[in-house]
Each structure stands twice: as C-alpha cells, then as structure tokens.
C-alpha cells in the first residue's frame, strides 16, 4: 500500500561479538603465557634445587611401591643416598663403561649410538644403549616412565637443563643413586648392602661389574641368581673398565 510505513529497524552491530572473541582469544594466550612461564621457572628451579640435595624418591619408586602393594608384595622400597665421595669410584666407572662409555665428553646425548638405534628400529630390531646417563637421569628424575613424544621432547629439555647446571658428576652421582638395581632397589648403596653385606663405597670391581650387568633390564635380571647373559657380560664390562683406563677415566668429570 502506499500509505505503508516501510521502515526497518537496523540489524545491531556485529561489532561486541568480535570484541567477546578478541577477548576470549587474548585470554587464552595470557593463560598460555603464563603456563610456560612457570613451567620453566618450576623447572629450572628444581634442578637448580637438585643440584645441592639428595633425590628424596622418583616416579619409578612410587610406581614400584604401588605395584606391590596392589599384588600383596612387600612394598618397602631399599633406597639410600650416598654422595659421590662415599661410593666406590669402581661403581662409578661400571655404569659408564655397561651403559655410556662416552659419557665424560659428550652434551647429555650420543649422536651416533641414537642413529644406529634410529635405523635398526626401522628395519624392526631393537638395540639398548641408545639413551645416555644424562637422558636416564632427566626420566628418572623428572619424568615418568611410559614412552611418548611429550616425554620424550621434556627429556630432551631436562638433560640439556642438567648438562648446564648440574655438571657431569653431579649426574653421575645421581645416577649411581637412582638406578634400579632390582626389585624395589635403587642405587648402589642399597644394591650393595642387600646383596654383598657391605658398603657401597667398598666395592670391588667385580661387585660393580655385577651391579652395571643388570641395569638394562634390572626387574628381570638378578645379581644374586645370574643367568648366562648376565654371567657372560660381568666379564665384558670389567674389561671394558680396564680398557676404559681405569677410574682415571672419570677423574676430571666437570662438577658444575
């Protein structure tokens, strides 16, 4: 009709949706910002804090006592931190020449031993060794143990922290104190008392000879009770050890 009013209300502004998503968007990013604030400032704090204390407990620890409490086992777990200067350096040398002969002088991680190990797993094999002390430590220490991407990128981060803070004896002496050795046993002063009677720091090369034999696989392996592949590798690490050039060889680890 002509007389009609055509008149029609404006549609409103679109403008406060875009400002609601703005903000939502701004919120998000100030939160990422923060999380990974504090994630490097907890992170670094607490290897600097490692640096100067014992290792009161790791995840595989918990992990262990849980495991024997829900099958009825014992779950006491055999745990006793002795500083570097208190174990015996024939312990120190074993576990680099069983585990990471080039420990002294490479940055937390083997190059060539993680290519080897990175072309055998594409033709279906599996070979140990490819992780270094450094990297064992970082997991132990900071980590969990269930293999992922997520873990693996932190253990990279971890070990680079620990290369730069903590030092080379440092890590030795934390690794010497962590590693399992057996079941709910961990380090070598525990490993020592429970298996020969004596203190960690009396050691024979032998006994750590035995000790470093079982880490690859410490739950299925024993000191006690060795089978033949763990007879047989006694022998190969304390050759490796004299090779090596004796405690010498750890000597001069950098301590910073």
Do not use: C
């Not at 829900?70 to 024939?90: C, L, Q, T």
């Amino acid at each position: 009709m002509a007389g009609k009013n055509t008149y029609r209300k404006p549609k409103p502004n679109p403008t406060p949706k875009i400002v609601k998503k703005a903000s939502v968007f701004s919120y998000i990013k100030k939160l990422l910002y923060k999380v990974v604030f504090y994630f490097f400032v907890i992170s670094v704090g607490s290897v600097v804090v490692f640096k100067f204390i014992p290792i009161p407990f790791t995840w595989t620890m918990v992990d262990q006592k849980m495991e024997s409490i829900m099958n009825g086992e014992d779950p006491e777990i055999h745990y006793a931190w002795r500083s570097f200067s208190k174990v015996s350096r024939e312990m120190h040398l074993a576990v680099v020449a069983a585990e990471d002969q080039l420990f002294p002088d490479h940055f937390g991680f083997d190059f060539k031993h993680m290519q080897i190990a990175y072309k055998n797993n594409l033709k279906g094999k599996k070979v140990r060794g490819a992780s270094t002390i450094s990297q064992q430590v970082a997991k132990n220490v900071f980590l969990w143990q269930n293999r992922s991407y997520i873990r693996k990128a932190l253990e990279v981060y971890f070990t680079f922290l620990i290369e730069i803070i903590w030092g080379k004896q440092r890590i030795l002496e934390v690794y010497v104190n962590v590693a399992e050795m057996g079941k709910n046993t961990f380090g070598a002063e525990a490993a020592a008392q429970r298996y020969f009677d004596k203190s960690a720091k009396n050691l024979t090369r032998q006994q750590a000879a035995q000790l470093a034999a079982i880490l690859p696989s410490p739950r299925k392996w024993s000191v006690t009770k060795p089978g033949p592949y763990v007879s047989s590798r006694v022998p190969k690490i304390t050759r490796q050890m004299r090779a090596l050039g004796g405690t010498a060889y750890i000597k001069d680890l950098r301590s910073f």
